[in-house]
């Protein structure tokens, strides 16, 4: 199969927190993404003040661009090491407290209230937690979710967007019998079984 040995492979929570320990993060992108500078007015389409949704967050520097355009951000992330560097790197004063829907979950929230970033399994949010979103900012989610977690993913990004959103969506594309992942490899055809 063109997906090769990767269907099987299980990265662990354990081990994305390691990454961040140990500086291995080389999907990081210090000045943002091309991509998103390039489709910004895909994911705008004209609106201005919307609600984005960054899923699997880190420490993105577009959640501050974004932010300081007027938008509410809202990011995941199960690195709690990760997200306060977001705030430290950004110079952003924050406060954090227990989200009460989730077991051990804390949201971080910019004084100024427009960044919110919850540090849990996103598979622990739902739109009566977070709400609905008019724009997703997906740059290395999808490809990072283990591919046997990727429909449960896709179900619940689906249930996080408002009717009108706009999705962009980075992907990868390899010979997935030469790379074991992540990034994994996600076939278009996968992408639209997914997503409709």
Not at 50 to 65: D, T
Request: aromatic content about 10%; proline content about 5%.
């Amino acid at each position: 199969s063109d997906v090769g040995s990767q269907e099987e492979r299980v990265v662990t929570e354990e081990e994305w927190l390691q990454k961040w320990e140990m500086g291995n993060i080389g999907f990081h992108k210090e000045q943002g993404h091309p991509l998103l500078q390039k489709y910004l007015d895909v994911l705008l389409n004209g609106r201005s003040g919307l609600r984005i949704f960054f899923p699997l967050c880190g420490k993105a520097v577009e959640m501050k661009w974004l932010a300081d355009m007027g938008h509410s951000v809202v990011g995941v992330e199960i690195s709690e090491q990760a997200v306060k560097e977001f705030f430290s790197e950004h110079s952003l004063p924050y406060c954090e407290e227990p989200v009460a829907e989730i077991s051990g979950a804390k949201m971080f929230q910019s004084t100024s209230g427009n960044i919110s970033l919850y540090c849990c399994s996103i598979y622990d949010l739902s739109s009566s937690i977070v709400g609905k979103f008019d724009g997703v900012w997906d740059r290395g989610a999808l490809v990072a979710v283990n591919p046997c977690d990727r429909q449960r993913y896709a179900s619940l990004m689906i249930n996080l967007v408002e009717k009108n959103s706009s999705y962009l969506l980075v992907t990868v594309s390899y010979d997935p019998n030469k790379h074991k992942g992540p990034p994994f490899y996600v076939p278009e055809s996968e992408i639209q079984s997914l997503f409709g």
